[in-house]
C-alpha cells in the first residue's frame, strides 16, 4: 500500500520545515521538502549603506549568528577593493572556528543524537558498565560509576514526574534504536555535559566581538583592538583566557564528542548505505590564512565532486550558481523556467500554495520557500560531508587521517561515506581538525602582536568619495552547513542589490525546471527505510544529519503562527 507520510514541523532544527514522503512497501519511494516561512532579508538590504550590511545580515539567523557577517563582510570587501589587516583575518578565522565547533557539538549532542540514543533505556543502564566503556573510549575525567549513577538519577526524576521536559516527544522505545543501555547513558550524560561546555567555550566571542550571539564587526577588519597594556583591549589576560577556551574546546571534542560519535556509529553501520542522496558535492573554501582571495591557502580546500567520484575535484567558480524558482513561491521577471545568477537575482515573493498547512504538496506545483539553487545546473550537497570529500580527495592531511580512523574503526570503506551516517561522521571530523586548527591559528596571532603588528583595522576606501560610482562583489564562505554567497551590487554609495545563496537553501533546495530534486529529497529516496509511518523516526535521521536552518535558507519571520509539532499519516 503506498501512503502518503507528512512531518510538520521538524523539530529539533533552525526554523519549519515540512517533510512529505510518499511511503511503499516501508521505503521513501518519493519525498517533498518545504519550507512554510518567508522573511526577505535581502529586499531589506536595498538603499543602504553597505558598510551596514553585516549587521543586517548577520541577524539572518541566531544559530550561525557569525558566517552570514563575515560572508556580507567579503562581499563588500571585494567590491571596494578593502584588504583587511592579516591580524584581522585570524581573528575572524577564530570567531568564525569557534562558530563551527560550538555549532557542531550542540548539533550532535542536542538536535541529532536522540535520533540515535533512546533517553529512556538509560534508566536500565548499569552505571558501572557505563563507566567501563568509558574509560575503554576516552581519557575524559567524568567516568565514574558514582557519575553515572548520579545522571541517571536525574534522568529518573524527570520520567518519574511523567513529565520528559527537553526529552518530551521523542519516539523513545521504537526498535530502530540500537544502542545498549549502558551506551545511551553515556550520551545523555555528555548531552548535560556539552550544554554548559558550550556556553563556556563561545565566550571567545564575546572577547572577540563584545557579545554572543551576534558579535560585532567592522568593514576592513575587526573592531577588537589590541593592546596588550590596555584595560578594554585585547591585552594579556584576555588572550590567555582566549588560549583556555581553545584548549577546552579542543579537549572536548577530541575526548567526548569524537569517541561517541564513532561508539554511536558503531551500532548503527546499517545507516552507511542509507540516505546519501545527489553524489554532488560543492564547497567553496573555508579559513583562508592568507589573503582572502588566495585560494591555495584555505585551509579547508575549495572544490566541486560530481556523482561521487572521488579520483576528480573540480574547480569552484561561483559564476556557474544560479537560482530556479520553477517550483517555489517566488516569480522571475523572466518567468518561471528561467535561471538566474546572484548578480541577476530576483526576490519577488509569490505565494501560490495550498490555501491550509494541512493539504498535501504536490509533484508538478511549487511547494516551498526555498528557491533551488544549481550548479552548473546540478543540485549540490554542501555542508560537512562536501568539505571533507573534497578535503579527502584532495589529499588534505588531517581528513585523510582522521576520515581514514573513523572508516577504520568502523570497518567500512569509503563508498559508506556517501550517507547518513557519512554526513554525521563528517561533521565530527571537522569539527576536531577545525578545533586543532585554532591552535595554531591563535599562536599565528601571539607571534605577530610579539613582534609589534597590532593592526586589526584599514581604513583605506572606507570613505564613500573613494568608492566607484558602481561596484560589485561576491563574499564566499564555508559556513557550518555549508557553501555561503552573498553577492553585493553598490550605486551612488548605496546597496543596489542583495542576495544570499545559503547552505540550507542548497540542501533542502526542491525540484528545479528538469525535475531534478535537492539534496533532502534526493537523501530521503537514497534506499531510505520508514517501517512505522506514525513514528517516522528514519525521516528524522537523514534530515537532521544536514543539520537544517530554514530561517537561513529563506531569511523568515512567521507571522501567523505555527502548528504544534504534529505528524499526519495518510
Ligand atoms: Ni542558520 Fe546557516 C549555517 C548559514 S545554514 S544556520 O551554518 O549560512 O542555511
Ligand atoms: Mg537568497
Same mark, same amino acid.
Not at 75 to 103: K, S, Y
Not at 131 to 138: F, G, K, L, V, Y
Not at 227 to 245: Q, S
Not at 479 to 489: I, K, N, T
Given at each position: 500500500?503506498?501512503?502518503?507520510?507528512?512531518?510538520?514541523?521538524?523539530?529539533? =532544527?533552525?526554523?519549519?520545515?515540512? =517533510?512529505?514522503?510518499?511511503?511503499?512497501?516501508?521505503?521513501?519511494?518519493?519525498?517533498?521538502? !518545504? !519550507?512554510?516561512?518567508?522573511?526577505?532579508?535581502?529586499?531589506?538590504?536595498?538603499?543602504?549603506?553597505?558598510?551596514?550590511?553585516?549587521?543586517?545580515?548577520?541577524? =539572518?539567523?541566531?544559530?550561525?549568528?557569525?558566517?552570514?557577517?563575515? +560572508?556580507?563582510?567579503?562581499?563588500?570587501?571585494?567590491?571596494?577593493?578593502?584588504?583587511? /589587516?592579516?591580524?584581522?583575518?585570524?581573528?575572524?578565522?577564530?570567531?568564525?572556528?569557534?562558530?563551527?565547533?560550538?555549532?557542531?557539538?550542540?548539533?550532535?549532542?542536542?538536535?541529532?543524537?536522540?535520533?540515535?540514543?533512546?533517553?529512556?533505556?538509560?534508566?536500565?543502564?548499569?552505571? +558501572?558498565?557505563? +563507566?567501563?566503556?568509558?574509560?575503554?573510549?576516552?581519557?575524559?575525567?567524568?567516568?565514574?560509576?558514582?557519575?553515572?549513577?548520579?545522571?541517571?538519577?536525574?534522568?529518573?526524576?524527570?520520567?518519574? &514526574?511523567?513529565?520528559?521536559?527537553?526529552?518530551?516527544?521523542?519516539?523513545?522505545?521504537? /526498535?530502530?534504536?540500537?544502542?545498549?543501555?549502558?551506551?545511551?547513558?553515556?550520551?545523555?550524560?555528555?548531552?548535560?555535559?556539552?550544554?554548559?561546555?558550550?556556553?563556556?567555550?563561545?565566550?571567545?566571542?564575546?572577547?572577540?566581538?563584545?557579545?554572543?550571539?551576534?558579535?560585532?564587526?567592522?568593514?576592513?577588519?575587526?573592531?577588537?583592538?589590541?593592546?596588550?597594556?590596555?584595560?578594554?583591549?585585547?591585552?594579556?589576560?584576555? *588572550?590567555?583566557?582566549?588560549?583556555?577556551?581553545?584548549?577546552?574546546?579542543?579537549?572536548?571534542? $577530541?575526548?567526548?564528542?569524537?569517541?561517541?560519535?564513532?561508539?554511536?556509529?558503531?551500532?548503527?553501520?546499517?545507516?552507511?548505505?542509507?540516505?546519501?542522496?545527489?553524489?554532488?558535492?560543492?564547497?567553496?573554501?573555508?579559513?583562508?590564512?592568507?589573503?582572502?582571495?588566495?585560494?591555495?591557502?584555505?585551509?579547508?580546500?575549495?572544490?566541486?565532486? *560530481?556523482?561521487?567520484?572521488? &579520483?576528480?575535484? *573540480?574547480?569552484?567558480?561561483?559564476?556557474?550558481?544560479k537560482e530556479y524558482v520553477t517550483h517555489s513561491w517566488y516569480e522571475y521577471s523572466g518567468g518561471k523556467d528561467a535561471s538566474l545568477h546572484?548578480?541577476e537575482g530576483e526576490t519577488t515573493p509569490r505565494?501560490d500554495?495550498?490555501?491550509?498547512?494541512?493539504?498535501?504538496?504536490?509533484?508538478g506545483e511549487t511547494?516551498?520557500?526555498?528557491k533551488a539553487?544549481r550548479?552548473?545546473d546540478?543540485?549540490?550537497?554542501?555542508?560537512?560531508?562536501?568539505?571533507?570529500?573534497?578535503?579527502?580527495?584532495?589529499?588534505?592531511?588531517? +581528513?585523510?587521517?582522521?576520515?581514514?580512523?573513523?572508516?577504520?574503526? *568502523?570497518?567500512?570503506?569509503?563508498?559508506?561515506?556517501?550517507?547518513?551516517?557519512?554526513?554525521?561522521?563528517?561533521?565530527?571530523?571537522?569539527?576536531?581538525?577545525?578545533?586543532?586548527?585554532?591552535?595554531?591559528?591563535?599562536?599565528?596571532?601571539?607571534?605577530?602582536?610579539?613582534?609589534?603588528?597590532?593592526?586589526?583595522?584599514?581604513?583605506?576606501?572606507?570613505?564613500?568619495?573613494?568608492?566607484? &560610482? $558602481?561596484?560589485?562583489?561576491?563574499?564566499?564562505?564555508?559556513?557550518?552547513?555549508?557553501?555561503?554567497?552573498?553577492?553585493?551590487?553598490?550605486?551612488?554609495?548605496?546597496?543596489?542589490?542583495?542576495?544570499?545563496?545559503?547552505? !540550507?537553501?542548497?540542501?533542502? &533546495?526542491p525540484r528545479d525546471v528538469h525535475?531534478?530534486?535537492?539534496?533532502? $529529497?534526493?537523501?530521503?529516496?537514497?534506499?531510505?527505510?520508514?517501517?512505522?509511518?506514525?513514528? /517516522?523516526? $528514519?525521516?528524522?535521521?537523514? =534530515?537532521?544529519?544536514?543539520?537544517?536552518?530554514?530561517?537561513?535558507?529563506?531569511?523568515?519571520?512567521?507571522?501567523?503562527?505555527?502548528?504544534?509539532?504534529?505528524?499526519?499519516?495518510?
Amino acid at each position: 500500500m503506498a501512503r502518503k507520510v507528512v512531518v510538520d514541523p521538524i523539530t529539533r =532544527i533552525e526554523g519549519h520545515l515540512r =517533510i512529505e514522503v510518499q511511503e511503499e512497501n516501508r521505503r521513501i519511494a518519493n519525498a517533498w521538502a !518545504s !519550507s512554510t516561512q518567508f522573511r526577505g532579508i535581502e529586499t531589506i538590504m536595498e538603499g543602504r549603506d553597505p558598510r551596514d550590511a553585516w549587521a543586517f545580515t548577520q541577524r =539572518i539567523c541566531g544559530v550561525c549568528t557569525v558566517v552570514h557577517a563575515v +560572508a556580507s563582510l567579503r562581499a563588500v570587501e571585494d567590491a571596494l577593493d578593502i584588504v583587511i /589587516p592579516p591580524n584581522a583575518n585570524i581573528i575572524r578565522n577564530l570567531v568564525h572556528g569557534m562558530q563551527f565547533v560550538q555549532d557542531h557539538t550542540i548539533h550532535f549532542y542536542h538536535l541529532h543524537a536522540l535520533d540515535w540514543v533512546d533517553v529512556v533505556s538509560a534508566l536500565s543502564a548499569n552505571p +558501572a558498565g557505563t +563507566a567501563r566503556i568509558a574509560r575503554q573510549i576516552s581519557p575524559w575525567p567524568n567516568n565514574s560509576a558514582s557519575y553515572f549513577q548520579a545522571v541517571q538519577d536525574r534522568v529518573r526524576k524527570f520520567v518519574g &514526574s511523567g513529565q520528559l521536559g527537553i526529552f518530551t516527544n521523542g519516539y523513545w522505545g521504537h /526498535p530502530a534504536y540500537k544502542l545498549p543501555p549502558e551506551v545511551n547513558l553515556l550520551a545523555v550524560a555528555h548531552y548535560l555535559e556539552a550544554l554548559d561546555w558550550q556556553r563556556d567555550v563561545i565566550r571567545l566571542h564575546t572577547i572577540f566581538g563584545g557579545k554572543n550571539p551576534h558579535p560585532n564587526f567592522v568593514v576592513g577588519g575587526m573592531a577588537s583592538a589590541i593592546n596588550l597594556d590596555g584595560t578594554a583591549t585585547i591585552n594579556a589576560e584576555r *588572550l590567555t583566557d582566549i588560549k583556555d577556551m581553545i584548549t577546552r574546546a579542543r579537549q572536548f571534542v $577530541e575526548q567526548v564528542y569524537f569517541p561517541d560519535l564513532v561508539a554511536v556509529a558503531g551500532f548503527y553501520k546499517d545507516w552507511a548505505a542509507i540516505g546519501g542522496g545527489t553524489g554532488n558535492y560543492l564547497t567553496p573554501g573555508e579559513f583562508p590564512e592568507a589573503d582572502v582571495r588566495d585560494f591555495d591557502a584555505l585551509y579547508f580546500p575549495r572544490g566541486v565532486i *560530481l556523482d561521487k567520484n572521488l &579520483s576528480e575535484v *573540480l574547480p569552484y567558480d561561483h559564476m556557474k550558481v544560479k537560482e530556479y524558482v520553477t517550483h517555489s513561491w517566488y516569480e522571475y521577471s523572466g518567468g518561471k523556467d528561467a535561471s538566474l545568477h546572484p548578480y541577476e537575482g530576483e526576490t519577488t515573493p509569490r505565494y501560490d500554495g495550498p490555501p491550509t498547512p494541512w493539504q498535501y504538496l504536490q509533484d508538478g506545483e511549487t511547494y516551498t520557500w526555498m528557491k533551488a539553487p544549481r550548479y552548473d545546473d546540478r543540485p549540490m550537497e554542501v555542508g560537512p560531508l562536501a568539505r571533507m570529500l573534497v578535503a579527502y580527495a584532495s589529499g588534505h592531511d588531517g +581528513a585523510q587521517e582522521l576520515v581514514g580512523e573513523v572508516l577504520g574503526q *568502523l570497518g567500512v570503506g569509503p563508498a559508506a561515506l556517501f550517507s547518513t551516517l557519512g554526513r554525521t561522521a563528517a561533521r565530527c571530523i571537522e569539527t576536531v581538525l577545525i578545533a586543532r586548527r585554532m591552535e595554531k591559528w591563535f599562536d599565528d596571532l601571539v607571534t605577530r602582536i610579539k613582534s609589534g603588528d597590532t593592526a586589526t583595522f584599514n581604513p583605506q576606501n572606507w570613505d564613500p568619495g573613494s568608492w566607484p &560610482s $558602481e561596484a560589485q562583489g561576491y563574499g564566499y564562505l564555508d559556513a557550518p552547513r555549508g557553501s555561503l554567497g552573498h553577492w553585493v551590487q553598490i550605486r551612488d554609495g548605496k546597496i543596489s542589490r542583495y542576495q544570499c545563496v545559503v547552505p !540550507s537553501t542548497w540542501n533542502c &533546495s526542491p525540484r528545479d525546471v528538469h525535475g531534478q530534486v535537492g539534496p533532502y $529529497e534526493a537523501a530521503l529516496m537514497d534506499n531510505h527505510p520508514l517501517v512505522d509511518p506514525e513514528r /517516522p523516526i $528514519e525521516i528524522l535521521r537523514t =534530515i537532521h544529519s544536514f543539520d537544517p536552518c530554514m530561517a537561513c535558507g529563506v531569511h523568515v519571520l512567521d507571522a501567523q503562527g505555527n502548528p504544534v509539532t504534529q505528524v499526519k499519516v495518510q
